[in-house]
Each structure stands twice: as structure tokens, then as C-alpha cells.
């Protein structure tokens, strides 16, 4: 998903959905601009292959969902980010930031009558594109799936996942509640376990990404030096 957003004085609603709408319809991608933001996107992809931690994530993304766009990198890799330019940028755009595939929400003390008054009015030459495809149809994995990265790392990361139920099931919510009662933040168990009283750690992460088809859970830790083993027994 694509978020443009704003928090403005109440009164200032109609000029700021006007900016809003303009960005979302009639974007200009200067061409000096889509260089730059591209060039920043290029070192982040080439700092993020140097961390184990981005490293096993996508590993365990791509072992989880092998085929499918949910087992690709976000960020994209140097290939596909080099290989962008501006037409290519603005054909997507045309095609897929489309009315029928937006959502307005606005939160305030406004009247709604006018809201839609204004939308219809400032989106009226927003043309419709084609509705949101069906996801492509998920290959099985091949479970368990064991793999270790080597390379000159200054540390080294431990991750495991998991493919869960799609966002539609209901124990969605209560899962992600428990990846992070496991793993987020420093009451979490794990690093209430591994750090604050055996000290054999010094980071613990989770999270459940809820998607249509398959959803994700994954928990990780950064091992001190020669604890590796114990955390895992753990």
C-alpha cells in the first residue's frame, strides 16, 4: 500500500485534500527529483545486503512463499532499482493509483456532505483503471527449511518463521498479540529470557506480516559472541 496523508487545523481540511489530491492524480515525478530519490534507494539496497538481520528475513520470506512476490525484497534489489526510470514510474502509476482501488478516510469535525462535494469535484478527471487482480496462487514450501548465510559480518542473527492462515482468519489478531508478548519490546518473554537474565543476547524481534492467502510470523535474535547454540536450545 501507498499512504499520502496530512494532519492539518480543522479548518484547513479543504486545502489540504486539494494538495492530497492533486499529489494522487496528476503527480509530476521531476525528472532531477525520481534521479536523486532513486540514487538514496540504491545505497539503502546495498546497505541492507551487508546486515545479517535484512539477510535472514528475506531468506526466510523467500523459503516461506518461493515464487511469489511475498517472498521478494520490499526495498527491491540493485537490479530492479537501477533498471527504473520515469516512464516506467509513470505508466504503474497511471495504471494501478486508480479511484477504484483508493480509500479516502478523513477524521475531524467537518461536514460530509461538502467532503463529497469537494472529492467529486477535484477527482472528477481521476480516471478508473483496472480493478485489483486476484493474487498470484501461492507454490507449497518446502518445510523445514534450514539455511545459513555466511559472509564478513560484525554480527551475526537467528530468525525463525512460520506461514500462517491468511488475514481473513480469526485467530489472526490473537497470534500477532502473541509474537509480540514473545518477542517485542524489552518486557517481551524472550528478551526478558535471553537478555536480562542470561545476557546471552542483545536483540530480540517479532512480527506477523497479515496477508491475503498466507500470512507471516517470525521471531529473531542477535546472539552474543559464542551464544548461538544456547540461544536456540532456548
Known sequence: QTVLHATVMAPKWAEALDVLLDMAVRPTFDAGEFQREKQVILEEVRGAIGEPDYLIDLEVQSALFPNH????????????VD????????????TH????RAILAIAGPMDEALVRATVNDKAAHWKRGPDVPSPPQLT??????????????ATHSIQLGWKLPSVEHPDIAALDILIAALAQGRA????????????????????VLPRHGASL???GLTPNHDTANQCLTV
Open 69 to 80: 512476490g511475498y517472498g521478494r525484497p520490499i526495498l527491491g534489489t540493485d537490479a530492479t
Open 83 to 94: 533498471g527504473l526510470d520515469r516512464d516506467a514510474l509513470q505508466r504503474f502509476w497511471q
Open 97 to 100: 493509483y486508480v479511484p477504484n
Open 140 to 153: 507449497e514450501a518446502t518445510l523445514p527449511f534450514i539455511s545459513e548465510i555466511t559472509g564478513d559480518f
Open 188 to 207: 517481551s518473554a524472550l528478551n526478558e529470557r535471553l537478555e536480562i537474565e542470561q545476557g546471552i543476547t542483545h536483540g530480540v524481534w517479532g512480527y
Open 217 to 219: 510470523a517470525s521471531v
